[in-house]
């Protein structure tokens, strides 16, 4: 080929060799172009959504949190309990105040943006609320007076179930809208990242034209998900997300309070060093499976000192693109149980009061009755009690109640039940015990008061016991037992006084 052929070929070569890198720019250039606006309307649709949601749900999660404290045993059924339990006018006007706040908190509630779910959750809610007013409506002071303890709780009963599904539910929904937001800022966050690289990969002019704008791009979602930590760490539930082996891979502060670890020690172990159950897996997305909730089974977690957490727990799973994961919402009833516990215990002796008796009495019968075993109860009531009160004051009448408190306590079975049923009078409730057996024990109480050093300012001597008892009867009750052993009681005092009748 001739010389000059040979260079105009070069020449069209190069010259095409140009044109193909060229256009391979212009197509690149428009690629990250295309990329880069695409990227900018997801990171702006991102923001948007964001902004509303983030205002919205923290005003839901707060208002949620606001309802459960002044309907729940804080709140409301507090003050509620303690009226049935003491009939103190002031306990209703709380319990009327706490109601008028539990509604009003529910109507900030529905002028908010809500899906049709939470509309029905909140009409459950409403529903019991409903409820729980017209009783409070229904109520007298002075018609109330003369009604016994269990004949007003059955008055003015309510099954507040669904109220306890439907906070549950609310909560749930507003969690799972966050973990969807979530996942899409995590993959709008990949796609920003594999986009520099991709600047990288074309050189330098491609690199310098796109960085900065790439730059800003992981500046903005890294300023969403900086927003979406801000929620993950105010909810006021344990949040604690686990992968498919179980392992800890996410918690937020309340999860630390709760089991007493910081977040790095939670990290390093799985779901079952902190709770008694397997939750991996448990919950679907679009149902959340709850493990609590009014009526159904608690569960037990173990706190970083070795005391067992009384927990309410719920679950839901969620699809990541590696894994799925399960994230709990865990809530402490440590304090719920404590105030139960306290308005159960009789503050002078430290036994059961009236309440606590009631609720193990109709257990203890509904369980004896059923696998057909013996069951007994005595009442003691402490032998003219009133000349001591007279005499020496009501201090030493309260020192003798602790005293015989304490005998009861220290002579009795553990699964034996003591209670101050009221004034002097005590009862004892004694499981796979027949009346026989409970004389025994009755004999035994009463011979071990008499060595007591206390003497009682008529008599001289050690205060004395009159004794009825009862043993269950097929198709007993509460109230037919209580009978039985209440006319053994008086039996007891016909006779004298410090004896015993069964």
């Known amino acids: 080929m001739m010389p000059a052929l040979q260079t105009i070929n070069h020449q069209h070569k190069s010259h095409a060799h140009v044109r193909v890198i060229f256009i391979l720019f212009i197509v690149t250039f428009l690629i990250l172009v295309n990329l880069s606006l695409s990227t900018t309307r997801a990171i702006e649709n991102l923001n948007n959504e964001w902004h509303n949601y983030s205002d919205q749900t923290q005003h839901k999660f707060h208002l949620i949190s606001q309802i459960r404290a002044s309907l729940g045993y804080t709140g409301f059924i507090h003050h509620f309990k303690n009226y049935v339990i003491r009939r103190d006018a002031n306990y209703l006007v709380q319990a009327q105040q706490s109601m008028a706040d539990t509604q009003e908190l529910l109507r900030q509630y529905l002028k908010l943006p809500i899906h049709q779910e939470e509309m029905h959750a909140l009409n459950g809610l409403a529903s019991v609320i409903g409820n729980y007013k017209l009783k409070l409506q229904d109520i007298n002071h002075a018609q109330v007076a003369r009604l016994s303890i269990s004949e007003l709780d059955a008055r003015v009963r309510v099954d507040d179930s669904s109220a306890a599904m439907a906070l549950a539910t609310l909560n749930m929904r507003l969690e799972n809208n966050y973990h969807k937001i979530k996942q899409q800022t995590d993959d709008l966050l990949d796609t920003a990242q594999n986009r520099v690289q991709i600047l990288t990969w074309l050189g330098i002019p491609a690199l310098i034209i796109f960085t900065l704008y ?43 309070e709760i089991f007493g670890y910081s977040e790095d020690e939670i990290k390093r172990k799985v779901i079952r060093d902190l709770v008694d159950h397997d939750i991996v897996g448990r919950g679907e997305q679009t149902e959340p499976l709850s493990f609590s909730g009014c009526g159904s089974e608690h569960f037990q977690g173990t706190h970083k000192n070795g005391e067992i957490l009384p927990l309410d727990i719920e679950v839901a799973s969620f699809p990541d693109k590696k894994d799925a994961h399960t994230i709990a919402v865990i ?24 309440s606590g008796i009631d609720r193990r009495f109709c257990n203890e019968i509904e369980r004896s009755l059923r696998y057909q075993h013996n069951m007994s109860l005595i009442l003691i009531d402490i032998d ?90 097929p198709g007993d009750t509460q109230d037919s037992m209580f009978s039985r052993a209440d006319a053994q009681l008086y039996k007891s005092k016909e006779r004298g006084r410090n004896s015993i009748s069964a």
């Not at 979602?221 to 006021?236: D, G, K, M, Q, Y």
């Not at 057996?437 to 050690?462: C, K």
């Open 214 to 256: 790439s730059s800003y791009l992981v500046v903005r979602t890294t300023s969403a998900r900086n927003n979406l930590e801000t929620l993950f760490s105010v909810i006021p539930d344990g949040l604690l997300v686990v992968d498919s082996s179980g392992k800890i891979i996410r918690v937020n502060p309340k999860v630390s």
């Open 331 to 354: 809530r402490s009833r440590k304090e719920e149980l404590e105030l139960k516990q306290r308005s159960e215990t009789d503050h002078l002796t430290g036994t059961r009061n009236r």
């Open 384 to 473: 003219h009690f009133k000349p001591i009160n007279d005499i020496l004051g009501h201090q030493a009448g309260d020192n003798i109640i602790r005293v015989i408190a304490d005998l009861l306590v220290t002579n009795s079975r553990p699964s034996d039940v003591i209670g101050r049923w009221g004034g002097d009078e005590f009862c004892i409730i004694c499981p796979e015990t027949n009346a026989e057996e409970a004389a025994e024990l009755a004999r035994r109480l009463q011979l071990q008061l008499q060595q007591f050093p206390i003497e009682h300012p008529v008599t001289g001597n050690p205060p004395t016991l009159s004794i009825g008892i009862s043993e269950l009867q």
